[in-house]
């Protein structure tokens, strides 16, 4: 019969988690990790149970924004999300890879992401953000079918790249019945205009003094990025 | 311990089962542990007895049979098959790392014959259920 008991785990390890955010886009490198790891700071901040989830297995890079330890998880009944500023939980890859690169294909990426799911015991949520790989890919597409209730937030460039991926890509999930929690337009002018894609949760700037808050949560949550990206925290909840 | 999620998953498995193909007992559970993730095979014994007790009626008297899968690897390179005696031995932190999570594996492993890190584990990198046996 061979049966992969894993995926039997799931529904009662997210059981406890009210709402589940994959922050994506889709695109490479429009900033969703930063958003992720900012916008789960500004939730705990606010006084919400929230988690942090990095699946971006082959580029993980959460733990390098928040200052994170690579350190092993605790293990009780299961392992348990490092506890960070705020009481922000977070689970990563990187705290099993000794800072090394891991090459990995799709099939392997699946295992993996089946196997932090099923281990990682988030308890009681609010907020679990996922900071997706970009792409349409395994780790996306098991993932939102492994945690029905999973959002989606977009975070779109105004380049021409990026909105025609995501706006192609929102209509997809549309139709596939995958809600979209909203879209973060990042690298905004002040003065140029909106993503025709809605509902509209943030409009953050370039902002020069981000890379030198970098590895430091309360530095990030003091940045002109975390200023803009605020609008997002306040309106999801 | 984390054997603990995984056995409670094997636990749910059988649950599901049992109600999917409307078994009133579950006789036998066959468990296979691959041997890459060194799951401690008492530990899952002591945790299988103490979760099945508080499971599903049908679950709750099952028989926990145990399985050892060799782990096998192949090089998707050069095609060379190889086991993890076949390279450098891995420190007792890396062990630790590839027992939580198998595909850190291939941060540490490579292949022997021509160094490549694109290897497919073939058999033995963690858990699967084989068989649930049991009567309607
Ligand atoms: N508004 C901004 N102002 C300044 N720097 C930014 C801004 N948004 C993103 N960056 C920087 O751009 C780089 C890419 O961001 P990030 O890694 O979050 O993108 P990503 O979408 O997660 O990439 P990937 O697709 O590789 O996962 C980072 O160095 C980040 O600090
Ligand atoms: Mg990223
Ligand atoms: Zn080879």
Known sequence: ?237 | MHEWALVDSVVKAAEAVARESSLKTVGEIVLVLGELQSIDRQAVDTIFAELKARAAEPVRNARLVVESEPTVFKCRACGKTFAEKDCAALDPVEKEAVHFLPEAARVYIKCPACKSPDFKLEKGRGIYVREIRGEQ
């Open chain 1, 1 to 237: 019969m061979n049966l992969d008991p894993r995926l039997y785990a799931v529904e009662e390890r997210f059981c406890g988690v009210k709402r589940v955010i994959a922050v994506s886009g889709w695109k490479g490198g429009v900033g969703k990790s930063v958003v992720s790891c900012v916008l789960a700071l500004q939730l705990a901040a606010k006084g919400r149970k929230t988690g942090l989830l990095d699946l971006d297995f082959t580029g993980a890079s959460d733990h390098l924004v928040l200052g994170a330890e690579p350190a092993f998880p605790k293990e009780t009944d299961g392992v348990e999300p490092h506890l960070l500023a705020h009481g922000l939980k977070f689970m990563s890859s990187a705290f099993f890879l000794g800072g090394k690169a891991v090459p990995m294909r799709g099939g392997e990426v699946v295992d993996a992401l089946r196997e932090l799911i099923a281990i990682t015991r988030w308890g009681e949520l609010d907020y679990l953000i996922v900071d997706m790989p970009p792409g349409i890919g395994d780790a996306t597409l098991e993932f939102s079918r492994l945690v029905r209730k999973t959002e989606f937030l977009a975070v779109v460039t105004p380049s021409v790249l990026s909105a025609s991926l995501a706006a192609k890509t929102v209509a997809l999930f549309e139709e596939w019945g995958i809600t979209l929690a909203g879209v973060v337009e990042n690298l905004a002018p002040q003065d140029g205009g909106a993503s025709s894609l809605a509902p509209a949760l943030a409009r953050v700037a370039y902002d020069p003094a981000l890379e030198s808050a970098l590895g430091s949560p309360e530095a990030l949550l003091k940045t002109a990025f975390a200023k803009d990206l605020s609008a997002a925290a306040d309106r999801l909840v």
